[in-house]
C-alpha cells in the first residue's frame, strides 16, 4: 500500500513552461485535493476533486488545471508557470467527506525561474 | 469564508517539558472539525490529533491533548513530555463538516524547536 504517490519530488522550470505535477493513490479515496504551501501562509487549496469526473477550484486555483479521469489519479497542470508559482505542492486524499485522516504526499518542490 | 490563525510563527520547549501551540479560528458554523498536523522536515504531512465540534471533551492521543474551547474559537495543542522527534512545523486546521470534498483551511504554521 503506497498511499498517496506525488511525482516529481524537486522541479526547476523556466517561466512560460508547462508541466504536470502526478499524483496517484491506490487507497480508493474518492476525495482528493491539491494544496501550495508558501512560508508564512500555511497550506492553500488550488483545486479538489469529490470523485472521478468531477473538480472544482480552490483559494487559489488561477495558473492551474486539474482533471480527474481516474479514481487514482489527479494530476495538477501549470499552463504557463510564473515565479509566483514557485512553492511546495502537495497533494491529499480522503475516502469519506466526514471522515478525520487526510493522507498527504510528500510534496512537490516547484522552482520557477 | 473560514480563517484560521496560529499567532506564534516559533515555540521552544525543553526535553520532557510540556509546550502549548495556540490556535484561533473564525466560522460562523457550528459544525466542523479541527485538526492538528505536524510537518517535520521531511515535509510529509502527519495527522497528530483530531476534534469534532459537536464533541465538548478534549481529543488526546497519548502525549498530544487539545483544549478545544469552541465558544472562544481556540484550539490549542499541548505536546507533553516533550521528545526529540517532536521537533516540526505544526498545523492547526479547520474542515467544515457542510461542505464536500477535502477542503481544509489552515494556519500559518509554528515552527516547534526541541532543546536536548
Known amino acids: 500500500n503506497a498511499g498517496v504517490t506525488q511525482t516529481p519530488k524537486f522541479q526547476v522550470l523556466k517561466t512560460g513552461q508547462s508541466m504536470t505535477l502526478q499524483c496517484a493513490q491506490d487507497?480508493?479515496?474518492?476525495?482528493m485535493s491539491w494544496y501550495r504551501q508558501d512560508p508564512g501562509m500555511g497550506l492553500r487549496l488550488i483545486h479538489y476533486?469529490?470523485?472521478?469526473?468531477?473538480?472544482d477550484q480552490g483559494e487559489v486555483p488561477n495558473g492551474y488545471n486539474v482533471s480527474r479521469s481516474t479514481t487514482e489519479d489527479f494530476p495538477l497542470r501549470l499552463l504557463s508557470a510564473a515565479p509566483s508559482q514557485t512553492s511546495v505542492y502537495f497533494c491529499?486524499?480522503?475516502?469519506?467527506?466526514?471522515?478525520?485522516?487526510?493522507?498527504f504526499g510528500s510534496g512537490t518542490r516547484l522552482t520557477v525561474v | 469564508a473560514q480563517t484560521v490563525t496560529q499567532s506564534q510563527p516559533e515555540m521552544s520547549v525543553q526535553e520532557a517539558e510540556t509546550v502549548t501551540l495556540s490556535c484561533t479560528y473564525d466560522t460562523s458554523e457550528s459544525d466542523y472539525y479541527l485538526f492538528w498536523y505536524k510537518q517535520p522536515p521531511s515535509r510529509q504531512m502527519i495527522l497528530v490529533i483530531r476534534?469534532?465540534?459537536?464533541?465538548?471533551q478534549n481529543a488526546t492521543e497519548n502525549r498530544f491533548s487539545v483544549n478545544f474551547q469552541k465558544a472562544a474559537k481556540s484550539f490549542s495543542l499541548k505536546i507533553s513530555d516533550s521528545q526529540l522527534g517532536d521537533a516540526a512545523m505544526y498545523f492547526c486546521a479547520y474542515r467544515s463538516a457542510r461542505t464536500s470534498g477535502s477542503r481544509l483551511t489552515f494556519g500559518e504554521g509554528t515552527q516547534l524547536t526541541v532543546n536536548p
Open positions: 476533486s469529490v470523485g472521478a469526473g468531477i473538480t
Open positions: 487507497m480508493n479515496h474518492e476525495y
Open positions: 491529499a486524499s480522503s475516502y469519506d467527506p466526514y471522515d478525520y485522516g487526510y493522507t
Open positions: 476534534q469534532e465540534a459537536y464533541k465538548q
